[in-house]
């Protein structure tokens, strides 16, 4: 029983339960917005298993349904998107060390919170890493694909005022805190959201971009100057 327990497969599993639940009611409020873009149910799901990443799909349909251009609406969640750059640059050495088709396929699951969890349980062996990266961010998968589809289902009968939409900052603080474990994190965290918030009124949410690579050459910096 031990040996299972110690399984990295399971650890990643085990530990990318806890964090998914505050994504449960963002998947509802993805189904409102669904619903509100007045696209077919089907259409809005498709986007959870082609995007995978809630944020950036529920920007997409967002402008989509306030009347963007499928250009404006693709660039503004790109943009939002954009913080995957730091997480590319953090992850880079890790990845280094895996097989061609991992770096494929772990990139494809690398959300904000399998990256939090490859910050705050690290593992030295590059096996055991992906077996654990891979196990935590195919759990987020599945259980995601799962909740988004009822989300478009039940998401248009919740009452406005549950204020369900609540849930993604307090998601995305949560991830913040988790792993803020260093000055530096802290440091870059702390810039990327005053950035953004000084910027806010950028057109086509260009400051998030901008908050975003400051954010990234601050890491860099810091972890060259960093000592070992």
């Not at 089907?42 to 251009?69: C, D, H, K, N, R």
């Not at 599945?142 to 909740?147: A, K």
């Not at 993604?168 to 870059?188: E, I, T, Y």
């Amino acid at each position: 029983m031990n040996a299972s327990l110690d399984s990295p497969a399971l650890r990643g599993s085990l530990d990318a339960l806890p964090l998914f639940i505050p994504a449960i009611p963002f998947a509802f409020v993805f189904g409102v917005v669904v619903a509100n873009a007045g696209i077919p149910q089907w259409l809005g799901w498709s986007s959870s298993p082609i995007i995978f990443g809630g944020a950036i799909q529920v920007t997409l349909l967002t402008l989509i349904g306030e009347g963007a251009s499928v250009a404006a609406a693709v660039s503004a969640a790109l943009i939002v998107g954009a913080r995957h750059m730091l997480y590319s640059v953090t992850l880079a050495p890790r990845f280094q060390h895996q097989p061609s088709w991992f770096r494929w396929v772990g990139s494809y699951v690398l959300i904000d919170q399998v990256f939090v969890l490859s910050q705050i349980k690290p593992i030295d062996d590059p096996h055991d890493f992906r077996r654990y990266f891979l196990s935590a961010g195919f759990t987020f998968w599945s259980l995601w694909m799962i909740c988004t589809a009822l989300g478009v289902v039940l998401g248009p009968a919740i009452p406005p005022e549950w204020r369900v939409e609540f849930a993604a900052p307090v998601l995305f603080v949560s991830l913040m805190m988790a792993s803020s474990d260093r000055r530096d994190k802290l440091g870059a965290a702390a810039l990327a959201m005053g950035l953004a918030y000084l910027l806010a009124a950028m057109p086509n949410r260009s400051g998030i971009l901008v908050a975003v690579v400051v954010s990234v050459m601050t890491m860099l910096f810091a972890q060259k100057v960093r000592p070992a």
